[in-house]
């Protein structure tokens, strides 16, 4: 799944990567946590797995955040992604960039 998202938000041409890896931050870049997995089991065996992901929108440009979050959204929609609302402001280690932080699932068949 991790590559399938990093796919999807490399088609945007901003850099991609995981959350808490970038040294100085590029004007404008993505990155994403997947925060939990769990499996539902059937017969004692894991039949798929739901995987979920933040997603971060970081930039020096505020109205940037707004318009590639919400490109976002269709994008992921169209995938077949299941995003949780409209996202919601994210905290940005550096004075110079605003975040928006979007919540996304997708179901695995194991």
Do not use: C
């Amino acid at each position: 799944m991790r590559e399938e998202l990093e796919k999807i938000l490399e088609a945007t041409g901003y850099p991609v990567a995981l959350q808490g890896t970038i040294g100085d931050y590029p004007e404008s870049f993505w990155t994403y946590w997947n925060f939990d997995t769990p499996e539902t089991f059937y017969d004692n065996t894991a039949a798929d797995a739901v995987w979920g992901f933040w997603i971060f929108f970081f930039s020096e440009d505020p109205a940037l955040v707004e318009s590639e979050t919400d490109a976002a959204i269709t994008r992921l929609r169209a995938a077949g992604w299941v995003v949780d609302g409209r996202g919601e402001d994210a905290l940005s280690d550096e004075p110079t960039h605003t975040g928006r932080r979007l919540t996304v699932y997708k179901r695995e068949q194991l």
